[in-house]
Antibody, heavy 117, light 112 residues
């Protein structure tokens, strides 16, 4: 079964950092791009960024709202994608999902990040 | 960024009746490779989104055939031929022809 499991969320103060992990199973992780999408409480979906597979350079793209603060990386040997979030703002409060490829399937269960003092 | 709009934003449907959701994009989603990069997702209450339709009209694996997608260019439609109780949730369209991928605001479907 193809599965994605996010972890690492929690309560963090504005200006601090947090790293989320997305652990994959059931497929050849290294063959796929991986994306992060977030959903603020009661709101819609917002793409955060993605990392291409090594075959396509392993490069990254980010939403303007997080560029320069967030970094996506991957460890294909462990089948994990990471979202390093620095200089967090209250508006970054959301459930963060990881998802696979450009067609966004499957999605993990999400991990809640709350940025508050 | 490409702006995605959806109508209606909410829909209350009697079980067994059809439902239709419109999605419009601010730019054409037809790529030079001939594909149109428009997707539909359903987020059931308390769950993560799930892929229903890819590239306008292709049902994803395991999606019931009562769901269908159509459209071209900038105008798209998701239809449910006979709504069932398990279809409640928020439906999102999304484009990925251009970075950043953008989602519509969502259409909340509930049962009368």
């Amino acid at each position: 079964e193809v599965q994605l499991v996010e972890s690492g969320g929690g309560l963090v103060q504005p200006g601090r950092s947090l790293r989320l992990s997305c652990t994959a199973s059931g497929f050849t992780f290294g063959d796929y791009a991986m994306s992060w999408v977030r959903q603020a409480p009661g709101k819609g979906l917002e793409w955060v960024g993605f990392i291409r597979s090594k075959a396509y350079g392993g490069t990254t793209e980010y939403a303007a709202s997080v560029k320069g603060r967030f970094t996506i990386s991957r460890d294909d040997s462990k089948s994990i994608a990471y979202l390093q979030m620095n200089s967090l703002k209250t508006e970054d409060t959301a459930v963060y999902y990881c998802t696979r490829a450009s067609w966004f399937d499957p999605w993990g269960q999400g991990t809640l990040v709350t940025v508050s003092s | 960024d490409i702006v995605m709009t959806q109508t209606p934003l909410s829909l209350s449907v009697t079980p067994g009746q059809p439902a239709s959701i419109s999605c419009k994009s601010s730019q054409s989603l037809l790529h030079s490779d001939g594909k149109t990069y428009l997707y539909w997702y359903l987020q059931k209450p308390g769950q993560s989104p799930q892929l229903l339709i890819y590239e306008v009209s292709n049902r994803f694996s395991g999606v019931p055939d009562r769901f269908s997608g159509s459209g071209s260019g900038t105008d798209f439609t998701l239809k449910i031929s006979r709504v069932e109780a398990e279809d409640v949730g928020v439906y999102y369209c999304m484009q990925s022809i251009q970075l950043p991928p953008t989602f519509g605001p969502g259409t909340k479907v509930d049962i009368k």
